[in-house]
């Protein structure tokens, strides 16, 4: 079945590193994304990794993966205001359609 | 840099009436997908196109919703009519590939700034 699932809220002060987690259900996605999605906007893609990978590292973005798990997690380092926003992660199996999460708001407070 | 046009960015109806939204994609982008998100969820797809042929329409209340890409490159998508229901984030988005293709990153999808549509 298809259901991606987050944690709703996370909360930290600037500087800080953000964790937030997501778990996936199809063990046949191939690409797993990170989106963000800043009030009233569109959806910015921010990452996205390959299933054969274990880390992807870009800038002060980090995507671990879990596949034995299907665990997502993407870590911010050094967060700023500016990074307040929902964070979307999403799952593609194979060359279906993309299924997303209910996504995680993060706020951050300086 | 490129980016996918949509608009009107807001549109209050009453329940009942028609409405359209309207999309271009990123040029030489040949899949184009339709997404509906409630206040409080994550996108779904409602259509999705490859060129001008859909390829995947099967979130889509067919009885009210309808889509049309007829020369493949933008697009219009209408309710008619329109319900309480339907207040939601309308979102346009295109990739290079899509459905059965090639690209890296399993074919990125680059989404507009999105309609916001109030059914009253």
């Known amino acids: 079945g298809e259901d991606v699932e987050q944690s709703l809220f996370l909360s930290v002060r600037e500087g800080d590193s953000s964790v937030i987690n997501c778990t996936y259900t199809?063990?046949?996605?191939?690409?797993l994304y990170w989106y963000k999605q800043e009030p009233g906007a569109g959806l910015q893609l921010l990452t996205y990794?390959?299933?054969?990978?274990d880390m992807k590292q870009d800038q002060r973005l980090t995507v671990l993966l879990n596949k034995k798990d299907k665990h997502l997690s993407l870590r911010i380092a050094d967060t700023q205001t500016g990074d307040s926003a929902i964070y979307f992660c999403a799952e593609k199996p194979g060359f279906q359609k993309l299924v997303f999460g209910t996504g995680t708001r993060l706020l951050v407070s300086p | 840099e490129a980016e996918v046009a949509q608009s009107p960015r807001y549109k209050i109806t009453e329940k009942s009436q028609a409405v359209a939204f309207w999309c271009d994609p990123i040029?030489?982008?040949?899949?184009l997908y339709w997404y509906r998100q409630i206040l409080g969820q994550g996108p779904e797809l409602l259509v999705q196109f490859q060129d001008e042929s859909v390829v995947d329409d099967s979130q889509l209340p067919k009885d009210r919703f309808s889509a049309e890409r007829l020369k493949g490159v933008d697009s219009t998508l209408k309710i008619q009519p329109a319900e309480l229901g339907d207040s939601a984030m309308y979102l346009c988005?295109?990739?290079?590939?899509?459905?059965?293709?090639?690209?890296?990153?399993?074919?990125?999808?680059?989404f507009g700034a999105g309609t916001r549509l109030s059914v009253l």
């Open positions: 988005a295109s990739s290079l590939a899509g459905f059965g293709g090639p690209g890296g990153g399993g074919d990125i999808q680059y």
């Open positions: 040029s030489g982008h040949a899949t």
């Open positions: 990794i390959f299933s054969n990978m």
């Open positions: 199809d063990s046949s996605s191939t690409y």
